[in-house]
């Protein structure tokens, strides 16, 4: 998702890939600015609703979400996709709205209703004329309070899930990751990827109504509305609409217990041409003092175009196109993985020079010159992505979901600037350890098996 963001930030600050070895950085930038938070007001209702209004730029639009802080982190392993399921219904229309209703009014306000379902949280999103905020929050509570749950419905939804299923599966990648965080989070919600199409298959209209019971209510929502809009009529129609509706229960996000022992696992793709990678350990999450510098850390060996492990593989061998790190952000607990397709002639190649460049941290602290241009690419993400009302809200939403403090976001452009070289170091010699990493590895065993045996000096899992 990041790719173009990432392509186009590399061109804006000049950081064109080159060899690991003659990297070009970007230009000295001026003096570093903290972000600052809009202008907000903050309502809360009685029920334990909360509304969240931020006036924001002159585009005369409203964004508006409903975020529910339940998703997949609530589903037991009997219940795997079916908050998926329940969003998928909930846009078959209310009680008082059919679908085509729905779409139909949501057009006349200039935009669209959108239902999603993520790990920690789920949400009702729109973006409408400013005007039509108030109607907008009015439509959106009816979908969310008086779910109609056509049964007519529901075998065209499962059988849409279980057809984007099988598609998903039939990618190595996916197979790839549906094994890395089972490994890893064993006995989590997280580490339960994808259902079978039996589970899908025994879902009911009863057990999605039981979950949607359980999960939602008024203490676990928050509505969001930034943008242009009238405050005492958004308002009012958040307190009409939604300030009587039951209470439910408190937000309850259970806490991941990682799997910390290592293991190496083969996926057999008889013929394929690539391997795909998923290489890596636990991590802490956004909420622990390292993380911030962990991210940085993180830019600097994979996680940008020009990180190291990037600029090695892709850019000096050609191992492979689009490598790179990933700093998953889960809730009290967080994942370091690399994740790349490599040609399977030189899979135990890439492995070996992933790990050579962790090492490489490990013991050398960066450059000066090399973590300043970092930074200023971190800086820039950070910048674009609160540069708009839905970029201000999802950035809200990340504090809520980890229980940090707004300081988080105001002193995060100097917080990344106080990194220092021996801190990345010791980072990557604290965290980034490849003696405990879990490797899952989709590929032709038959000419992989061999490459990683050597390069790992480890026992395969059969």
Wanted: aromatic fraction near 8%.
């Amino acid at each position: 998702m990041k790719q173009t963001v990432i392509f186009l930030l590399a061109a804006l600050i000049g950081m064109a890939p080159l060899t690991a070895q003659e990297k070009e950085m970007p230009p000295q930038g001026g003096t570093p600015k903290n972000f600052k938070l809009p202008e907000k007001e903050i309502v809360t209702f009685e029920n334990g609703l909360t509304l969240v209004m931020i006036p924001y730029g002159t585009i005369p639009k409203a964004s508006i979400r409903f975020n529910l802080k339940t998703g997949n982190i609530n589903e037991t392993e009997d219940q795997v996709w079916l908050a998926d399921l329940m969003a998928d219904l909930l846009e078959e229309g209310s009680t008082t709205r059919s679908a085509r209703q729905l779409a139909d009014e949501m057009a006349g306000m200039g935009g669209n209703l959108n239902i999603g379902v993520g790990l920690h949280n789920s949400a009702l999103s729109a973006s409408v004329l400013y005007e039509f905020a108030p109607d907008a929050i009015r439509l959106m509570a009816d979908v969310l309070r008086n779910p109609a749950w056509p049964q007519g419905e529901l075998d065209r939804l499962k059988s849409d899930m279980k057809r984007n299923l099988a598609v998903q599966l039939s990618r190595p990648r996916a197979q790839a990751q549906r094994d890395f965080y089972a490994a890893i989070y064993p006995d989590h919600p997280y580490g339960r990827v994808f259902p079978t199409e039996a589970q899908i298959d025994g879902y009911t209209v009863e057990d999605i109504r039981a979950f949607y019971e359980a999960q939602l209510g008024a203490q676990r929502t928050t509505i969001y509305v930034a943008g242009n809009f009238d405050k005492e009529a958004v308002t009012n129609a958040v307190r009409e609409a939604l300030a009587d509706w039951r209470e439910g229960e408190p937000a309850n996000y259970p806490v991941a217990r990682a799997a910390t022992s290592p293991e190496v696992k083969i996926i057999d793709r008889p013929g394929a041409p690539q391997s795909t990678i998923f290489y890596g350990l636990p991590v802490p999450g956004p909420s622990d003092p390292d993380y911030l510098a962990l991210d940085v850390t993180n830019s600097i060996l994979g996680g940008s175009f020009a990180s190291r492990i990037t600029s090695n593989i892709r850019e000096d061998k050609g191992y492979t196109y689009s490598p790179t790190s990933i700093l998953a952000d889960n809730y009290q607990t967080g994942l370091w993985f690399e994740r790349a397709d490599v040609t399977t002639e030189h899979t135990g190649a890439s492995l070996s020079e992933i790990k050579k460049e962790i090492e490489k941290l490990q013991a050398e602290p960066p450059s000066e010159e090399e973590l300043e241009g970092i930074i200023n690419y971190e800086s820039g993400i950070f910048v674009l992505q609160n540069s708009s009302p839905n970029g201000i809200i999802g950035q809200l939403i990340f504090l809520d979901t980890h229980d940090l403090d707004e300081s988080f976001l105001s002193n995060k452009v100097a917080n990344m600037h106080a990194v220092t070289p021996e801190q990345v170091s010791e980072l990557t010699r604290k965290y980034i350890r490849p003696e405990d990493m879990i490797l899952i590895v989709v590929g032709d065993k038959a000419k992989i098996e061999g490459q990683l045996q050597q390069t790992l000096e480890m026992p395969l899992k059969q």
